[in-house]
């Protein structure tokens, strides 16, 4: 059983650190929503009164934050949880942030620090069948290997500080193109007479097969729980897609390296969420695609 701070309790933070309790850690959360709070308390942690509380006495400290300038300032800013934990423990940022700020809090923090970003949305996050992609030095993420799997299943250590991030814009950049490009293909397959049915027979078994088409496909049918069989209800939202496209087309400027696909994404996601689609599932896509 260990000591853990864990600050951020909202739809991904509230779920994982319930997890954490569940296998028996002594968990110390806050978060500035006091519902989020009450929440937390309700399944049996403690409630601190910041988060440099949550972060004092504590052997892990975990933040689930909703982008890079809260992760900072949290971990860094006056009052912030870096200095206020103990000079042992190990720091780690679960949230979605851009590589650059990763490397730089982890730099400024003092202490050994992870960033360890998740895929698996909500689901994920209740069931504890995450998976986690993680940055930063050996040692620290063995020590949090155990932690980590009693919130997700599948854990991967990718490399240095920021690691963990390149992972997941990495990844998301692929997931938003392959969706894409499957909502099209099959935009073109109802204008040639051909039925979502046989589509997705065939290019399920050939190379046109994708995680998009196979566990998420964009139309009805074929995945009976995908979202497109309840009207593209969340899932994951297309605004946390267009976050994330963000986060890897900051990263490819920085990097100098050519996303052209990744840019497109971009600009149709965003076309998506201008139009006011930003709470319906990244699948969803294909309605705009589709003109309609
Ligand atoms: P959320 O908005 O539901 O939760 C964030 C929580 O942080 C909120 O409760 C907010 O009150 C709290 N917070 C913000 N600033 C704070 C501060 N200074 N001190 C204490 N609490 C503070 O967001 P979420 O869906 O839980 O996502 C968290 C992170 O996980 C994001 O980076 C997101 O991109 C990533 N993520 C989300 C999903 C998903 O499906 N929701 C999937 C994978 C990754």
Redesign the pocket.
């Known amino acids: 059983m260990a000591r853990i701070g864990f600050?951020?309790?909202?739809?991904?933070?509230?779920p994982m650190a319930r997890n954490l309790l569940k296998a028996g850690h002594q968990v110390a959360g806050?978060?500035?929503?006091p519902a989020?709070l009450d929440g937390f308390a309700a399944a049996g942690g403690t409630r601190a009164g910041?988060?440099a509380e949550a972060a004092g006495g504590a052997e892990f400290v975990i933040?689930?934050?909703?982008?890079g300038k809260?992760?900072r300032?949290?971990w860094l800013g006056a009052g912030g949880m870096a200095a206020a934990s103990e000079a042992g423990a190990v720091l780690i940022d679960?949230?979605?942030?851009d590589v650059a700020t990763a490397r730089e809090v982890a730099a400024g923090a003092g202490r050994p620090m992870l960033d360890a970003?998740?895929?698996?949305?909500?689901m994920?996050?209740e069931a504890g069948t995450?998976t986690f992609m993680v940055g930063g030095p050996e040692e620290a993420f063995a020590r949090a290997q155990p932690i980590l799997a009693a919130m997700g299943r599948t854990i991967v250590h990718c490399g240095g500080a920021g690691a963990g991030q390149a992972a997941?814009v990495c990844n998301n950049m692929m997931l938003a193109a392959n969706m894409i490009v499957t909502a099209e293909a099959f935009v073109l397959a109802e204008k040639l007479g051909l039925t979502h049915q046989a589509l997705f027979e065939v290019a399920s078994q050939s190379s046109g097969q994708s995680w998009a088409l196979t566990s998420y496909c964009p139309v009805p049918g074929p995945v009976p729980n995908s979202p497109a069989n309840r009207d593209y209800r969340?899932?994951?939202?297309a605004a946390?897609m267009l976050?994330?496209l963000g986060l890897s087309q900051e990263a490819a400027a920085s990097a100098r390296a050519e996303t052209p696909l990744g840019a497109q994404a971009l600009a149709l996601y965003r076309r998506f969420v201008e139009a006011g689609q930003g709470d319906v599932d990244f699948s969803g896509i294909i309605r705009m695609l589709r003109g309609g």
């Not at 806050?30 to 929503?33: A, F, G, I, M, T």
């Open positions: 600050v951020g309790l909202g739809n991904m933070g509230g806050y978060d500035l929503v989020a910041s988060a933040t689930m934050l909703p982008a809260h992760v300032e949290a679960g949230s979605t942030i970003p998740v895929s698996g949305g909500t994920g996050a995450l997941k969340p899932g994951f939202a946390l976050k994330d």
